[in-house]
């Protein structure tokens, strides 16, 4: 089974930045690809980005597409998702979550969740 356990979250100021990690508890995190997913207040989830296990990233949020970094340190065992010049709109609880397969959009297409940890962009 693995775990995820997300960091990073907080309140930032519209036009800042965050770095938000995911990090698991298996040391055979290079055999999943990582996704990072948010859910907004009222809103269903959506895709963010996704980092395969060759390091090939995709990203599926058109609101989010050109602000976002994802990253992956396999001797960390740790994903990382940049965010910059975010956005009031940004507002959600952000996830990240593990499939063996490829990566997906789709959060349904993903076996293993964290909690998430929660962005809010406000002045």
């Known amino acids: 089974q693995l775990q995820l356990v997300e960091s990073g979250g907080g309140l930032v100021q519209p036009g800042g930045s965050l770095r938000l990690a995911c990090a698991a508890s298996?040391?055979?995190?290079?055999?999943?690809?990582i996704g990072w997913f948010r859910q907004a207040p009222g809103k269903e989830r959506e895709g963010v980005s996704c980092?395969?296990?060759?390091?090939?990233?995709?990203d599926y949020a058109d609101s989010i597409e050109g602000r976002v970094t994802i990253s992956r340190d396999n001797a960390k065992n740790t994903v990382f998702l940049q965010i910059n010049t975010l956005k009031p709109e940004d507002t959600a609880v952000y996830y990240c979550?593990?499939?063996?397969?490829?990566?997906?959009?789709?959060?349904?297409?993903?076996?293993?969740w964290g909690k998430g940890t929660l962005v809010t962009v406000s002045s």
């Open positions: 298996s040391s055979t995190l290079s055999i999943y690809a």
């Open positions: 980092i395969g296990r060759g390091g090939e990233s995709t």
């Open positions: 979550a593990a499939t063996p397969y490829f990566c997906s959009g789709d959060g349904g297409a993903m076996y293993y």
